[in-house]
């Protein structure tokens, strides 16, 4: 489905990605019991990957949907599951020096990095209304940044910049390989990709680290199902929904993350972070109205069903 597609049943779609949403903010909310159980990023770097590849196949296969791409198609998909594995490692790591919250909320600074990126790339217009939700985006950050960098270490917030740097990367590239493509078969060869890349650094250096107990391998296994049931919802609501309105759901993630490392990690919700994840949040949500605004369904060719 493409942005210009007409969506078939939205609010269907919106809640499918407020599913997913949830899926992935409560999937990071069982890392600190992996680590804790002398799990390490390696780990579930190699587990998700490992064990989300036959989940996707198998989704393709019962939904009849075709895997294989031609030779350029296929290595652009498996350089950018790579890329992505790298992704996945940096913002993991990243949770071991500073607070999952926080990292949540710089990652999602990667919208901003994309119009950006678009800016310098593409030509594309840096109108008045994405010029006040970057502006409120920074602000919140740098109140959410406001804190003791004797307690919180400045490589955790390094790393958390680096993911939102290559997740912004990839968003632009598979936007353009999906306008002609399926996602269901570009997330299946990214798998292979990540886990041709995590299994011979991962395996052969030794890094890997799992989990002692049951609680550390259930973990393990919750982070990989929940990635897994996230990532099928998120397909879902862009079939559903369209891309637009999916993205919109998915910024949720912010608030889920938030809420949840309170609740159940005793992270701090100070009124500053609370405003300053406000702030990131309005700011991401409106610059996917403004997007998803400038989108017109296309009108059907003649003949066209």
Same mark, same amino acid.
């Given at each position: 489905?493409?942005?210009?597609?007409?969506?078939?049943?939205?609010?269907?779609?919106? *809640?499918? %990605?407020? %599913?997913?949403?949830?899926? *992935?903010?409560?999937?990071?909310?069982?890392?600190?019991?992996?680590?804790?159980?002398?799990?390490?990023?390696?780990?579930?770097?190699?587990?998700?990957?490992?064990?989300? $590849?036959?989940?996707?196949?198998?989704?393709?296969?019962? /939904?009849?949907?075709?895997?294989?791409?031609?030779?350029?198609?296929?290595?652009?998909?498996?350089?950018?599951?790579?890329?992505?594995?790298?992704?996945?490692?940096?913002?993991?790591?990243?949770?071991?020096?500073?607070?999952?919250?926080?990292?949540?909320?710089?990652?999602?600074?990667?919208?901003?990095?994309?119009?950006? /990126?678009?800016?310098?790339?593409?030509?594309?217009?840096?109108?008045?209304?994405?010029?006040?939700?970057?502006?409120?985006?920074?602000?919140?950050?740098? $109140?959410? $940044?406001?804190?003791?960098?004797?307690?919180?270490?400045?490589? %955790?917030?390094?790393?958390?910049?680096?993911?939102?740097?290559?997740?912004?990367?990839?968003?632009?590239?598979?936007?353009?390989?999906?306008?002609?493509?399926?996602?269901?078969?570009?997330?299946?060869?990214?798998?292979?990709?990540?886990?041709?890349?995590?299994?011979?650094?991962? %395996?052969?250096?030794?890094?890997?680290?799992?989990?002692?107990?049951?609680?550390?391998?259930?973990?393990?296994?919750?982070?990989?199902? $929940?990635?897994?049931?996230?990532?099928?919802?998120?397909?879902?609501?862009?079939?559903?929904?369209?891309?637009?309105?999916? /993205?919109?759901?998915?910024?949720?993630?912010?608030? *889920?993350?938030?809420?949840?490392?309170?609740?159940?990690?005793?992270?701090?919700?100070?009124?500053?972070?609370?405003?300053?994840?406000?702030?990131?949040?309005?700011?991401?949500?409106?610059?996917? *109205?403004?997007?998803?605004?400038?989108?017109?369904?296309?009108?059907?060719?003649?003949?066209?069903?």
């Amino acid at each position: 489905m493409t942005e210009t597609d007409s969506p078939a049943r939205p609010w269907l779609g919106f *809640f499918c %990605g407020l %599913g997913a949403a949830l899926c *992935f903010s409560s999937g990071v909310m069982l890392s600190p019991t992996v680590f804790a159980n002398g799990g390490n990023a390696p780990a579930i770097v190699t587990a998700r990957l490992a064990l989300l $590849l036959p989940i996707f196949l198998g989704y393709a296969y019962l /939904a009849r949907r075709p895997v294989a791409l031609p030779f350029r198609a296929r290595l652009f998909a498996l350089s950018l599951g790579a890329i992505t594995a790298c992704q996945t490692l940096a913002i993991f790591t990243s949770y071991r020096y500073i607070p999952i919250s926080l990292a949540t909320l710089i990652e999602y600074s990667y919208p901003l990095l994309t119009l950006l /990126a678009m800016r310098a790339l593409y030509g594309e217009a840096l109108t008045w209304g994405r010029l006040v939700a970057f502006a409120a985006a920074i602000t919140g950050i740098w $109140l959410a $940044l406001r804190v003791d960098f004797a307690e919180i270490h400045p490589l %955790g917030i390094a790393l958390a910049f680096t993911s939102a740097l290559i997740v912004g990367s990839r968003m632009i590239a598979s936007g353009r390989f999906l306008r002609t493509s399926d996602p269901v078969r570009l997330l299946i060869h990214m798998q292979m990709g990540g886990l041709a890349v995590a299994l011979p650094v991962f %395996g052969l250096s030794g890094s890997i680290a799992l989990p002692d107990g049951a609680a550390g391998i259930g973990a393990l296994l919750g982070m990989s199902a $929940l990635s897994g049931t996230g990532t099928l919802l998120s397909l879902t609501a862009i079939k559903l929904a369209g891309p637009s309105r999916t /993205a919109m759901a998915q910024t949720g993630e912010v608030v *889920f993350t938030v809420g949840l490392a309170a609740l159940l990690l005793g992270e701090s919700l100070t009124p500053q972070k609370f405003l300053g994840a406000g702030l990131v949040l309005t700011a991401v949500l409106g610059l996917q *109205f403004l997007r998803a605004k400038g989108v017109r369904p296309a009108r059907p060719a003649d003949g066209e069903l």
